[in-house]
């Protein structure tokens, strides 16, 4: 029978310490790039810096997530992590100036250059349903592209 290697043995195999992160070194999260340790099979994946946070300084309250300030998203270190909230952690995106949007979202449907042709084409007459339509997408994104509620850097 095969015996089952404890969570915690799993973890540090896949963890380098360096001078100042501990970086995860195994499977990551594609948009975000949090590391992700695998439980055994048909459970849920947990990301590493939450299975950190827990092992070195306990449960996680209802509520409240665990934030980088190394803002390092493969850090584990348990001295770069902090509990705090969504709004927390908008907050100090935002003022660190990393919010990501755009072109640089990883869900971003269009290009600064689509918008900038979606704009235009609805300058020139182009009705939204036509829009919508061509570019096979909601008129609530396209509507929200028009009406500056979205996109609004370009």
């Known amino acids: 029978m095969r015996k089952i290697r404890p969570i915690e043995d799993r973890f540090w195999e896949k963890v380098k310490k360096t001078p100042t992160c501990w ?3 195994a499977g990551r999260s ?9 439980f055994k099979t048909g459970k849920r994946p947990k990301y590493a810096h939450r299975f950190s946070y827990e092992l070195h300084k306990g449960q996680i309250p209802k509520g409240k997530i665990v934030m980088h300030s190394c803002d390092n998203p493969r850090c584990v ?4 992590l902090v509990l ?3 709004f927390d952690n908008a907050m100090d995106r935002t003022k660190k100036g990393r919010t990501r ?4 979202h990883p869900f971003a449907k269009f290009t600064s250059l689509q ?3 979606i704009r235009e084409l609805h300058s020139r007459g182009m009705p939204e349903w036509l829009i919508c339509k061509t570019l096979n997408s909601s008129q609530g994104t396209i509507n929200d592209i028009l009406k ?3 996109w609004k850097h370009c």
Do not use: C, F, I, Q
């Open 23 to 25: 970086l995860w070194t």
């Open 30 to 38: 594609t948009a975000w790039g949090y590391g992700s340790l695998a």
């Open 77 to 80: 270190n348990p001295e770069h």
């Open 84 to 86: 705090g909230t969504h």
């Open 101 to 104: 949007h755009g072109d640089k």
């Open 115 to 117: 918008v900038k042709m």
């Open 148 to 150: 500056n509620r979205t």
